[in-house]
C-alpha cells in the first residue's frame, strides 16, 4: 500500500486505489448484499412489497431443502462438480508434468499451443464442437460405424458426455496452474529421488506432488467453481439424444430468475450456491494445507 | 555394510547431437579409492558422472560397476549414489527424511527408518538436527545432510558432483577433511569432480585430469604434478612456464629445444627426436634468478612486475617478444631491488624442466 503511493505518489496513487474500492464495493460487495437482503424476502407480487408480509425469513432456503427436486439437483451438482474437478486433475496432472518436466524445446511449445489454441474459441462454440462430435450422425458414430465397431448410431448423450465436456471445458484452468508449480519443481530432486532407488509413483507421491500443491488447490478451486457456475455446457450436452435431460442447479437458478420471475428464491439459491463452493475452497485449502498466500501466488 | 566397488569405463564416449562432450574415455578406478576428475568447467566431468549413475547411456563404450556391464540398468537399480552438484535436498522433508529417503523407496518400515537416520546423521555429525527442515541448516549441515541420504542407500560408489563449490573457503577446507575422513570409515569408491585443483590435489587417492571432453592424464597428485602429460596439465594442474620451439639434439634421457629464446635442455621422457616440435615446461618453484654468465638454460628479458605473497614473490619476467615467465623466489632477504624494466636472467636445471610433444603432431 505504502508501496503504492511511493511509486505513484498522493493523487495518482489515491485515484488508483480508490477505484479498485470503488469497483469492489459497487460491483462486489453491494450486488452480494442486494442479493443476501433479497433471498431473505418471500416472494410477494409488487403492491404487497414492503408491506406488512414482506417480513426477513429462511424461508426461501428451507424450499432448497424441502423441495425434493430441487435439493436433489442441488447435491447433484455439487457431486458432479466435484467429479468433474477429479477426472479433470487426473487428466491434467500426466499433461502438466510432461509439459513441465519431460518435454524440451519446440515440442513443448507445439503441445502448448496445441491445449491454448482451442481456447481462442469462445465456451459455447467449443462445448457445441463437442455436441457435434458426440450426435447421433457425428464424428464419433461414423468412425465407430467406419470401423465397423457398430452397425447403427448409438445416443452419446447422458452423464458421461457432459462429464467429457467440462472437463474439455475446464482443462487450461487445470492445467496452468499445475503446469507452473511442477514447472517450478527442480529436475534434480527428482532424479535425486530416482537415484535413491524410488519408483515412479513414490517419485510423484512424494517428491511432485507436495511441491505442486499449490497449483493444484489453484487449479481444483478453479474448476470446480467453474463447473458448479456453469449453465451452457450441461444445458447443451444434455440435449444430446439419450441425455437425462437431467439439471444442473445454475438451470433451476436460472429458470427462477427469468422463467418464474421468482427473484427471492433463485437469490437464495444462488447464494446457498455461492456458499458451498466458498466451503470448498477453504476445504480445499485445508487439505491440500496451503495459505491464501500461496494460493494468490 | 558399507563396501566399496571398482569403476570401469571402456572408451566411454557420450554425445548429444554433434557435441562430443565425453571422448573415449578409459579408466579404471579401484574399489574403495578417493578418484577425482579435475578440469575447467564444461569439460564434462558431470556428464561423466551421469553416465556412471545411469541418468544417461553412453553413446560409445562400456561402463562396469564391479565388473558387471550397466548397460540399461537404470539410475535406480545402480549400486551408486549421486550428490548433486546443488545437493538436491527434499526441502518440504524433515531432515532425518530425507536422509531415510533411500530406505523408504525400499520399503523399510519407518521405526528402522528413524533408526538408520538417526546413526547415518551421527556419523556426519548432526545428531538431534533430525526434526528440522532442510531450510533451517546452514550450509554445511546441507551438504553432510546430502552425504548422509546418500550414504543410506549403502551404495558401492559416491558419486560427488562439486559438492563444496557453494560453501567459504573455511568451510570448504573442514569439509574436504570430513569428507575423506567419512570415505576411509566407510571404505565406500569416491568419485569426485572438482575444478579446483587444490581440492583435488588435497583429497584424492588418484586424479584424472580432463579438458574438452578427453581424459588427458590419470595418476596420484604427485605424479601428475612432478610429470604432466600434456601442457594443458602442467598449466592447470599448478602453474607453469611453458615455451615452444624444436628439438635439435638428444643426449640420454634429456634433448636440447631450439626456441625463440636460445637453446634449452630439459627432460625427454617421450623420447622425442631432432626435429619434432615439442613444448618445455617449468614450475615457477624451480626457476631462479642467475647473475652473471652462468652456463646452463638461461632466459633473458626485463623485469615485468613483482608480486609479494608471502614467504615468495612471483618475478614476472618480459622476455624479447613479449612472452612472460614467472619465477617464484624464496622471500629470504637474499633479492635484490627489482624495479620493473631493469634486465635480468633467470634460469633453470634441465632435469626441472621437461618436454613434451606438440598435440597433433606423429
Ligand atoms: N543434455 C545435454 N545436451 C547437450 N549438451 C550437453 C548436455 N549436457 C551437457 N552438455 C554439454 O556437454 C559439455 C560438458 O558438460 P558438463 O555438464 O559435463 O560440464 P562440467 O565439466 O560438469 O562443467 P561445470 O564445471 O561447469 O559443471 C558442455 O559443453 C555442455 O554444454
Ligand atoms: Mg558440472
Known amino acids: 500500500m505504502a508501496e503504492l503511493f511511493r511509486r505513484l505518489g498522493a493523487v495518482a496513487g489515491a ?46 432456503y428451507a424450499t432448497l431443502f424441502a423441495n425434493d ?82 452397425e447403427a448410431p448409438l445416443n452419446m448423450g447422458g452423464v458421461g458426455a457432459v462429464m467429457v465436456g467440462m472437463v474439455y471445458a475446464y482443462i487450461l484452468f487445470m492445467v496452468f496452474p499445475l503446469y507452473n508449480a511442477i514447472e517450478s519443481l527442480d529436475r534434480n530432486q527428482i532424479e535425486a529421488a530416482r537415484d535413491l532407488g524410488a519408483s515412479w509413483p513414490r517419485i510423484h507421491a512424494r517428491v511432485v506432488v507436495p511441491h505442486a500443491k499449490p497449483g493444484i488447490a489453484v487449479g481444483c478451486i478453479m474448476t470446480f467453481m467453474l463447473a458448479a457456475g456453469t449453465v451452457a455446457v450441461p444445458q447443451l450436452l444434455e440435449a444430446l439424444p439419450g441425455g437425462t435431460n437431467a439439471r444442473w442447479f445454475t438451470q433451476v437458478i436460472y429458470s427462477l430468475f427469468f422463467d418464474g420471475g421468482d427473484w427471492n428464491s ?9 456458499v458451498s463452493c466458498v466451503i ?16 494468490a501466488k | 555394510m558399507l563396501a566399496g566397488q571398482s569403476v570401469t569405463l571402456e572408451r566411454v564416449s557420450m554425445a548429444f547431437g554433434d557435441f562430443v562432450a565425453v571422448r573415449n574415455a578409459d579408466l579404471h578406478i579401484e574399489a574403495g579409492e578417493f578418484f577425482s576428475f579435475l578440469g575447467p568447467s564444461g569439460c564434462g566431468k558431470t556428464t561423466i558422472l551421469r553416465l556412471i549413475s545411469g541418468f544417461n547411456e553412453p553413446t560409445g563404450g562400456v561402463i562396469r560397476i564391479g565388473g558387471a556391464d550397466m548397460a540399461g540398468i537404470g539410475p535406480n537399480r545402480r549400486p551408486t549414489a549421486l550428490i548433486f552438484q546443488n545437493l538436491a535436498l527434499f526441502p518440504l522433508m524433515k531432515v532425518w527424511e530425507n536422509v531415510a529417503f533411500g530406505l523408504e523407496a525400499r520399503g523399510v518400515a ?27 541448516l546452514s550450509g554445511g549441515q546441507r551438504q553432510r545432510v546430502a552425504i548422509a541420504r546418500a550414504l543410506a542407500v549403502e551404495p558401492a560408489v559416491l558419486l560427488l558432483d562439486e559438492p563444496l563449490s557453494a560453501l567459504d573457503l573455511k568451510l570448504r577446507q573442514k569439509m574436504r577433511a570430513e569428507l575423506r575422513t567419512i570415505q576411509q570409515k566407510t571404505g565406500v569408491t569416491f568419485v569426485y569432480i572438482t575444478h579446483d585443483q587444490g581440492e583435488a590435489l588435497t583429497m584424492s587417492d588418484r586424479i ?14 604427485d605424479a601428475i604434478y612432478r610429470a604432466p602429460a600434456s601442457a594443458f596439465v602442467a598449466t592447470f594442474v599448478g602453474e607453469s612456464n611453458v615455451l615452444a620451439g ?31 616440435r615439442a613444448q618445455l615446461v617449468v614450475r615457477p ?13 638461461r632466459l633473458a628479458g626485463t623485469v615485468e612486475r613483482l608480486d609479494f605473497e608471502g614467504a615468495f614473490v612471483s618475478l614476472v619476467v618480459r622476455l624479447d617478444d613479449g612472452a612472460e615467465v614467472t619465477a617464484q623466489l624464496a622471500n629470504d632477504g637474499s633479492l635484490p631491488r627489482l624495479k620493473p624494466g631493469t634486465p635480468v636472467a633467470i634460469g633453470f636445471a634441465a632435469e626441472a624442466a621437461l618436454l613434451l610433444p606438440v598435440a597433433g603432431d606423429g
Open chain 1, 15 to 60: 485515484l488508483v486505489l480508490g477505484t479498485v474500492i470503488l469497483w469492489v464495493l459497487f460491483l462486489v460487495v453491494l450486488p452480494q448484499l442486494f442479493m443476501v437482503d433479497m433471498s431473505l424476502r418471500p416472494h410477494l407480487p409488487v403492491p404487497e412489497q414492503g408491506g406488512p408480509a414482506d417480513v426477513r425469513s429462511l424461508a426461501n
Open chain 1, 69 to 150: 427436486a430441487h435439493r436433489g439437483i442441488f447435491l447433484r451438482t455439487i457431486f458432479s462438480a466435484a467429479l468433474v474437478t477429479v477426472l479433470a486433475l487426473v487428466v491434467c496432472y500426466p499433461v502438466a508434468y510432461y509439459l513441465a518436466q519431460v518435454a524440451r524445446g519446440p515440442t513443448a511449445a507445439l503441445l502448448v499451443l496445441g491445449l491454448v489454441v482451442p481456447f481462442w474459441v469462445n465456451e459455447i462454440l467449443r462445448t457445441f464442437s463437442w455436441f457435434l462430435i458426440l450426435s447421433r450422425n457425428g464424428l464419433l458414430n461414423q468412425v465407430l460405424m467406419g470401423l465397423g465397431l457398430t
Open chain 1, 266 to 274: 433463485g437469490a437464495a439459491y444462488a447464494f446457498a450456491l455461492l
Open chain 1, 280 to 295: 470448498f475452497i477453504f476445504v480445499m485449502m485445508r487439505v491440500f494445507r496451503v495459505g491464501i498466500a500461496d494460493v
Open chain 2, 110 to 136: 519407518r521405526a528402522e527408518r528413524r533408526r538408520r537416520a538417526g546413526e547415518l546423521l551421527e556419523l556426519v555429525a548432526l545428531e538431534g538436527q533430525g526434526e528440522k527442515l532442510v531450510s533451517a
Open chain 2, 208 to 221: 584424472a585430469v580432463m579438458s574438452h571432453g578427453r581424459i588427458e592424464q590419470v595418476g596420484t597428485a
Open chain 2, 246 to 276: 624444436r628439438v635439435i639434439g638428444t643426449s640420454g634421457d634429456e634433448a636440447i629445444l631450439e626456441t625463440a629464446h636460445g637453446s634449452l635442455a630439459g627432460r625427454n621422457p617421450h623420447g622425442l627426436d631432432a626435429g619434432a
Open chain 2, 285 to 297: 618453484e624451480r626457476c631462479r634468478l642467475l647473475d652473471g654468465d652462468a652456463p646452463g638454460n
